[in-house]
């Protein structure tokens, strides 16, 4: 709801890629922190257990990032990957970058990678007719579970 109630800047006067490594895990929504890239869940999930996946640089773009932030990134990605299936049992994923307001981007200056997870029944009629989707976990839940979850190098 904070999301729709935004309206379309949603809440916020600085980049909260950049903020969320400042604060602890739980207020930042961090499940994990790599050198060059983190872990965190989405703000405004189309599903439950949403994870970004972020260089710690404000870069706009993928071609921007140096190569081992894009190993880095790539990395935490199939980590997400396999702690979302053991978490929440998920059947598949949707992975993206938009990049660009134009392209959809609702954070265009800061690179994220998406990771959604996706189940065989999770499509309804919400999305559709009420432009909204249900969550059934609060994000202090879902954030705990993966975190937990996520494997300690």
């Not at 989405?42 to 640089?57: A, D, E, I, Q, T």
């Not at 979302?84 to 200056?109: H, I, K, T, W």
């Amino acid at each position: 709801m904070a999301y729709i109630q935004a309206g379309p800047e949603p809440l916020r006067d600085e980049c909260p890629f950049c903020a969320a490594p400042g604060k602890t895990d739980a207020d930042g929504l961090i499940v994990a922190r790599g050198r060059t890239a983190f872990v965190l869940l989405n703000l405004f999930p189309y599903n439950s257990g949403h994870l970004l996946v972020c260089p710690y640089r404000h870069i706009a773009t993928y071609d921007l990032a140096t190569a081992e932030e894009v190993a880095e990134i790539g990395a935490l990605t199939q980590t997400a990957m396999r702690v979302l299936r053991e978490v929440s049992r998920c059947d598949g994923f949707n992975l993206g970058m938009n990049q660009g307001a134009v392209a959809g981007a609702g954070v265009d200056g800061h690179l994220h990678q998406h990771v959604v997870p996706r189940w065989a029944t999770d499509a309804n009629f919400f999305p559709i007719i009420a432009k909204t989707k249900a969550l059934p976990q609060l994000l202090g839940e879902v954030r705990e579970a993966v975190a937990a979850a996520w494997p300690s190098d």
